[in-house]
């Protein structure tokens, strides 16, 4: 059979796979969602798990603070689903006329640079959202939110303003 990127996991899949693990340990998802910043949730053994997991030995600190970033936003997570993060904010639920996240809110959000800031107000979001994510793309979210030159950022402002209602 050709090797093709289907057949391929990706880093994405082991934090997904570590996210289904966690459900199933309430203790442990109960102190990740108790941290009040990545840093803390790299005091919690699952989220140094998630770093070791994905870490090579040799790795910069900033790449620790963002797995801390991905464990603790994602123990606030009770469900996957496949909509972008920025969508979901801008979509309006079944029999409403408004996006869930207001757009000064999601403007604020974007305007975070550092993931100390990013981090509550992620965690603000997803209780606004049902506690709903798709797991995936918010953990590269998370990771990718301060390089690439604003690129994610970028994108998550493209997703939300296509989407939101028109006022």
């Not at 998802?29 to 009040?36: D, G, I, P, T």
Request: glycine content about 4%; overall charge positive.
């Amino acid at each position: 059979m050709p090797d093709t990127n289907e057949n391929k996991r990706t880093q994405w899949d082991d934090v997904y796979d570590w996210w289904e693990s966690m459900r199933d340990n309430r203790r442990a998802c109960a102190e990740l969602r108790r941290a009040a910043s990545p840093l803390e949730a790299l005091f919690v053994p699952q989220g140094i798990g998630l770093a070791n997991r994905l870490l090579p030995k040799e790795h910069k600190d900033y790449e620790l603070q963002r797995l801390g970033a991905v464990a603790g936003v994602l123990a606030h997570v009770r469900r996957d689903n496949d909509v972008h993060p920025a969508v979901a904010m801008a979509l309006p639920r079944e029999g409403g006329a408004s996006a869930p996240v207001s757009e000064a809110r999601f403007r604020r959000l974007l305007a975070c640079e550092e993931l100390d800031e990013l981090y509550p107000m992620l965690i603000r979001v997803l209780r606004i959202l049902d506690n709903q994510a798709d797991v995936k793309q918010l953990a590269k979210s998370i990771c990718y939110w301060k390089s690439g030159n604003g690129r994610e950022r970028r994108n998550w402002a493209f997703e939300y303003f296509s989407n939101a209602p028109k006022s």
